[in-house]
């Protein structure tokens, strides 16, 4: 199959969703590549990497998408992609479409086949795409907030590990899945206090046992608004597979939150789980409303972006190599576990939503 790599175009996104050791393997398996130029560079991988393994490297997008039928990104598609997708692309890539109806419009008018990352789903009920990125994205939305407390970044001048003769900083953390334990882990490798509120018992416990100096806590409306007002940093991180993030913070409790105390919100892709609240991105990372200040960039993990297209091409890497040489309409049926998962994941095909999760949200908002 002829397999395409564009380049990113998303405000700060330096990421590419298969390194040239990926393209190498997919290359040995038959496939022709091509890659956009300089679309690995801002990952640290030139386009001579990519010659060298067999690639091909076209100069434009237009000429990446006219060649390509499966095209491989890490973001969604923006007004110069989607210019140049066709009915017969298939399309892999982190969607996030139930929080983008309008993106879902586009990609049934086209006609393609849509697969999110973020709805592949393996036989354990794990969500293997989406993992890595999540844990990227809860590691830097610690050490992202604890920067913001900085006086000179507008934070309230608190350093969240403390010191001799001084308190530490209060660290609430929303959501206990994979993006809120990384960022549980580092606000505890910080020196932070930590509080961690979920609706999974399970997890709370599992996370305690691990960590015992944090505080857990069941969710509910009345524990978030005390927490978050003695609060110095809420990390966002709720998630529910295929479905706009519900929101968990309300206004009500923001405009009584510490002055220059900081949220950092990792749902955002989701919609977010903080009211109101508006994306921002890499070159203007925060807002202030209500003197608290705000940071929501949906593309987090670009900020590392070596480190996040390694680990992201070796997650991806398998089921691109499914997806290059299944045919879809078989999958369902006869496929192996990781096809069966990814014709499950399918969102959009030939004009329609094939994805009951996303329909319901469409027709709910």
Do not use: W
Request: charged content about 20%; glycine content about 10%; proline content about 3%.
């Amino acid at each position: 199959m002829k397999i395409g790599i564009p380049l990113e175009i998303m405000t700060g996104e330096a990421r590419v969703p298969l390194t040239p050791e990926a393209c190498r393997m997919l290359v040995d398996a038959g496939h022709s590549v091509f890659i956009q130029q300089d679309a690995g560079s801002n990952s640290g991988y030139s386009d001579q990497e990519y010659r060298l393994i067999g690639a091909q490297i076209a100069a434009s997008s237009q000429a990446l998408y006219e060649a390509a039928q499966l095209i491989i990104k890490v973001k969604q598609p923006l007004d110069q992609d989607i210019a140049s997708l066709r009915s017969d692309h298939i399309l892999f890539s982190y969607l996030h479409l139930a929080a983008d109806a309008a993106l879902v419009k586009i990609l049934c008018d086209i006609g393609l086949t849509a697969i999110p990352f973020e709805s592949v789903v393996d036989e354990g009920g794990h969500l293997p795409l989406l993992t890595p990125m999540s844990q990227v994205a809860g590691r830097i939305a610690a050490i992202r907030g604890a920067s913001l407390l900085f006086r000179n970044r507008g934070g309230r001048g608190i350093l969240l590990g403390g010191i001799d003769g001084a308190e530490a900083g209060r660290v609430v953390v929303l959501g206990a899945g994979v993006a809120g334990s990384h960022a549980l882990a580092s606000a505890v490798a910080l020196g932070a206090r930590v509080d961690v509120v979920d609706l999974n018992e399970n997890k709370l416990q599992l996370l305690k046992n691990q960590y015992p100096g944090i505080e857990t806590h069941l969710s509910s409306g009345k524990v978030i608004e005390q927490l978050c007002l003695d609060a110095d940093l809420v990390v966002g991180a709720v998630l529910i597979a295929g479905r706009r993030a519900p929101v968990v913070l309300s206004q009500s409790v923001i405009r009584r939150m510490k002055q220059g105390s900081v949220i950092v919100d990792i749902s955002i892709d989701q919609g977010g789980c903080v009211e109101s609240i508006k994306a921002t991105s890499s070159e203007s990372l925060c807002y202030t409303e209500h003197g608290v200040i705000h940071s929501a960039v949906p593309n987090m993990p670009a900020t590392v972006a070596r480190t996040s297209s390694q680990s992201l091409s070796s997650a991806i890497l398998p089921y691109v190599l499914k997806l290059a040489g299944s045919e879809l309409n078989v999958m369902a049926d006869s496929g192996s576990a990781m096809e069966r998962a990814l014709y499950k994941a399918m969102a959009v095909q030939s004009g329609s939503i094939v994805d009951s999760v996303l329909q319901e949200e469409i027709n709910r908002h």
